[in-house]
């Protein structure tokens, strides 16, 4: 193999400081050559979280969005994104994908009693029996308010209360192919497109859905061989 050929397979420039593959030693971006790469079976998992407030988290559990299954568009919405990824990431190459799975996870179920914020438990009210001087000696208060509260009435709780680390949807990404380069990228696009998707068809019902962590878990082949974000 000629001296040319040989310092074209150098992925990284002898004077990148930074030892990044998509900087020249100009400094300036560009495309990686992996043409001299042999192909090898690669695997990258990312993930993603969504965060909805309590009446968008039943409508996907329950399959009631008014725009229709949300998990269902989302997972395709996350298939299609994968395999866009080389044009929307404009350093990523054209790779053909064996496999794209999304898959999901809810963070508790709707009859799980840890799922239910403290205002919603307490939207029953319960009827006690507290000496008066009146000539009722009933009222009404939440089962847990103060007892010296001095209204006969208590505050009552007027909707659900919102615990973002419960009303949360898990969303996963699996990408496989036999290629020259990986797909961490391709899992990465794929898992934000789903999470997206989600929002969209969630979105009439709450604006102030959360998205985050999302990252890498797994990538597999290659020549850094195996990694897990644990």
């Known amino acids: 193999m000629s ?4 310092s074209e397979q150098k992925n990284v420039p002898e004077d990148n400081p930074m030892g990044l593959s998509h900087i020249d030693s100009t400094g300036e971006a560009h495309m990686v050559d992996v043409g001299y790469k042999n192909c090898s079976f690669r695997r990258a998992t990312a993930e993603s979280t969504i965060s909805l407030n309590w009446e968008a988290y039943q409508s996907v559990i329950r399959n009631t969005a008014s725009k229709g299954s949300v998990l269902t568009v989302a997972k395709i919405a996350g298939i299609q994104g994968a395999k ?16 794209v799975d999304i898959s999901f996870k809810f963070a508790n179920s ?3 009693n840890s799922l239910i914020g403290r205002d919603q438990a307490n939207l029953s009210r319960t009827v006690i029996n507290r000496p008066s001087s009146s000539t009722s ?7 847990d308010a103060p007892k010296d509260v001095p209204s006969k009435v208590a505050p009552r709780a007027t909707s659900p209360e919102v615990n973002p680390a ?3 949807l898990h969303i996963t990404c699996t990408v496989s192919c036999t290629s020259r380069t990986g797909v961490e990228m391709e899992a990465l696009v794929g898992v934000s497109i789903a999470a997206l998707t989600v929002y969209d068809m969630c979105k009439a019902v709450d604006k102030t859905a959360v998205i985050g962590n999302t990252r890498l878990l797994r990538k597999e082949g290659g020549k850094s061989g195996v990694f897990s974000a644990g």
Do not use: M, R, V, W
């Open 84 to 99: 866009q990824t080389s044009g929307l990431i404009p350093l990523c190459h054209q790779i053909n994908l064996n496999k």
């Open 137 to 143: 000696n009933f009222c009404l208060e939440d089962a």
């Open 110 to 112: 709707l009859d799980d």
């Open 3 to 6: 001296s040319d050929s040989s």
């Open 166 to 168: 419960k009303y949360q």
